[in-house]
C-alpha cells in the first residue's frame, strides 16, 4: 500500500522490511524525500519531449554525470534507455556494430533480461527459455567461475587454486567452436544475479580483460544489478581492477523511475545518426530522479552499503556454529550483494 525507507505496509496494515528493495532498484529506500522532491519538480516542468529528438538540460547532466563516473580511464559517451534489458540489448548492438563480427560469449547462469536479445544471452535455471526459440543467433555459453560447483566438476580447493573458466575459452571454445576474431564481445555480470550471489576470484576477471584485448573483444559488464553503489563502490568491476569498455546499468539508477544508461569507450560509441534510438529513454522525470540518487549514493549511501555488508556477514558468521543449515554452508558477498546458503 505504500513504502518509506526501508519498510513498506500491505492493504491489512502489515509492516515489512524490503529485502528485495524492489528487486535491487530501490537504491535509496522507498520515496527517499529528495527523489520525490526532484521528481515533483521536473513533473511540474515537462514529463516528456524524446531526447533523440529535442535536448533538454536534465538528461545532458545526467549523461555527463554518468560519463565522468564510468569505470575506465579516456573519454565516455552515454546512451539512457529504459530497462536493464534494452542496456543489455544496445550493449551487445554496439559491440557488433564496432568490431564488425556477430559472436557473443555468455556465461551459464547468466541473466541479463527476457527481451529476445538478452534472453538468448540468458543461462539460468530459474529462467524460462523453453518455447521461445529460435534465439539471436551467434551467442556461446561457458561454465562462470564458482569454488562451490564448479561447471567443470573440479573440487573447490582446486578450483581456488587455479580457476579452468578463462582457460576454457581460450583451450576450448576458441580452438573447437567458435574462432576469436568472430567474436565481439564478452558479456558478464560482475557479482552474478540469479547464478547466485559468487564473488569471482579477481584473477578470473583479470583474465577475461586479457582474453579480450588479445583478441580485440569487447568487455561488457552487467551492472544493471551490481552497480550503483550496490556492492559499496559505484560499480562491482572497480573491485576486481579491471576496465571494461562498454557498461550496462539501469535498476538502481532511478530509485524506482525507469532508466537505463549503455556507458562506452568514446571511441566506440561512434555509430552515425540513426542507429539506435529511443522515444522515451532519458525521459527528464526518471533523469531528474537519477542526478538525486547519484547524489544521495556518493553522499553517503555507497559507503552504508560497505557497513552494512560486513555487519550482516560478521552476523551470519557469528550464528554459523547454532545454525546446522549455516554450518558447512558459504556466506559470500560485497557491499549488499550478499549470497547465503
Known sequence: ??????????????????????????A????????????????????????TDYYYEVQIRLAERLAGLAPFSGDARVFLGNSGAEAVEGSIKLARWHTRRQNIIAFFGAFHGRTMGALSL???????????????????????????????????????????????????????????????????????????????DKAFVQQLRAICDKHGIMLIADEVQSGIGRTGKMWAIEHFDVEPDIVASAKGLGSGMPIAAIIARSHIMTWPPGAHGTTFGGNPVSCAAALTTLDLIERGMMANASEQGAYIMDALEEMRPNHPTLRHARIDGLGLMIGVE
Do not use: M
Open 1 to 26: 500500500e505504500r513504502g518509506e525507507g526501508a519498510r513498506v505496509w500491505d492493504v491489512d496494515g502489515h509492516e515489512y522490511i524490503d529485502f528485495a528493495a524492489g528487486i535491487a532498484v530501490n
Open 122 to 200: 540468458n543461462a539460468s535455471k530459474v529462467v524460462q527459455k523453453d518455447g521461445f526459440a529460435p534465439f539471436v543467433p551467434g551467442v556461446y555459453h561457458v561454465p562462470f567461475i564458482n569454488p562451490y560447483r564448479c561447471g567443470h566438476g573440479r573440487e573447490e580447493a582446486a578450483c581456488r587454486a587455479h580457476c579452468y573458466c578463462g582457460d576454457y575459452i581460450e583451450d576450448v571454445l576458441f580452438k573447437k567452436l567458435v574462432p576469436p576474431e568472430s567474436v565481439a564481445a564478452i558479456i558478464f555480470a560482475p557479482i552474478p544475479g540469479e547464478g547466485g550471489y559468487v564473488v569471482p
Open 28 to 51: 535509496t529506500g522507498h520515496c527517499h524525500p529528495e527523489v520525490v522532491r526532484a521528481i515533483t519538480e521536473q513533473a511540474q516542468k515537462f514529463l516528456h519531449i524524446a531526447g
